[in-house]
């Protein structure tokens, strides 16, 4: 159990809920559904050939990545109104914006904290971070597929804990390393199993952005456990006081739980970008290559590259507000 103060908790909260969304005024518009215009299934045959078929299998984590930064915000912003409804605010100031809903309600939430809490008053947190687990056999096989090459021929990494066979050394609690020996620990090799950590796989670029993007999005994530009291003899004003701290028990765990996904997310998400700007940069010698569909591979590669600028901006800013909600926080 760990002990804080009772406003570095919701700061700290409430610059990763404002924060995150400072950066997506409005909302990223999705892919391939009237935002961006990114479309996998358009310019006609292209993907027949080997170069097309790794152009489209990009443009569809394209599209990915751009819907699961916009959950990620969504999240965000539903728990704020979570806890605008737990601190009984009216309708109208729950409405709008995202960022807007969260500042009126951290604002709320401030307000009544500094009437129901003594000042000097320490809170009682039990925090269990949310554990997100990558398939790493999936990423295999969707890398095999776009490379047309076989599942054991692609070699995989995991940034941290394999469980799993690990063709290489293992350093970790079972498994003395070796080709082939059983690992839960760090793999220095290929890690087939299951991954804690982010997944990097070793195929061409677009190849590997899919695979990237879909193992983190595909990922699987127990939920965290967190729960906050108070001494009573703490408590000023009791029914303030109790609205408070139900809505930091229902809205924190949702924070927390965006934050477990957005490590492993964003290391995809950077893998995908550097490719963007790749192949943006080589956007008219690659779609001449395409011939009568180069004016939409144009577009295409075009559209993908522009979304880089936005989806960079909700992950980087949302990395690095909710690491420092959780050192602000003590919930590392």
Do not use: H
Request: proline residues 3%; contains cysteine; glycine residues 10%.
């Amino acid at each position: 159990m760990r002990t804080l103060p009772a406003r570095s908790l919701w700061i700290a909260a409430c610059a990763a809920a404002v924060l995150v969304l400072t950066g997506c005024p409005g909302g990223p518009k999705i892919p391939g559904r009237g935002g961006s215009g990114v479309d996998p299934n358009t310019c006609g045959n292209y993907a027949a050939s080997d170069a097309g078929r790794k152009l489209k299998a990009f443009l569809e984590a394209t599209v990915r990545v751009d819907e699961e930064a916009q959950r990620l915000v969504n999240v965000v912003g539903e728990s704020c109104a979570i806890m605008g409804r737990e601190l009984g605010m009216a309708g109208p100031d729950l409405e709008g914006q995202p960022k807007d809903v969260c500042a009126r309600v951290y604002g709320r939430l401030n307000d009544d904290l500094k009437v129901a809490i003594k000042a000097d008053a320490k809170l009682n947190v039990v925090y269990k971070p949310a554990v997100c687990t990558i398939d790493m056999q999936a990423s295999a096989r969707a890398a095999a597929q776009c490379e047309a090459k076989a599942e054991a021929d692609i070699d995989m990494t995991c940034s941290g804990t394999c469980n799993g066979t690990c063709e290489g050394t293992c350093k970790g609690k079972a498994g003395t390393g070796g080709s082939g020996g059983d690992c839960n620990g760090v793999c220095e090799g290929t890690c087939r199993g299951s991954c804690e950590g982010s997944a990097e796989v070793n195929a061409s670029a677009e190849c590997r952005a899919q695979a990237e993007v879909n193992a983190s999005v595909d990922m699987t994530c127990t939920e965290p456990e967190f729960s906050v009291d108070v001494e009573a003899s703490a408590i000023v004003d009791a029914s303030k006081a109790e609205a408070a701290l139900n809505a930091m028990r229902k809205g924190f765990p949702k924070i927390f739980s965006v934050k477990a996904r957005l490590e492993p997310f964003g290391a995809a998400v950077r893998t995908w970008a550097s490719t963007a700007t790749s192949l943006a940069a080589a956007g008219r010698d690659l779609a001449n290559s395409f011939k009568d569909q180069a004016l939409c591979i144009t577009g295409q590669i075009k559209a993908a590259a522009d979304a880089v600028a936005r989806v960079n901006v909700n992950i980087e800013v949302s990395v690095e507000v909710s690491a420092s909600a959780s050192a602000s926080a003590g919930t590392r």
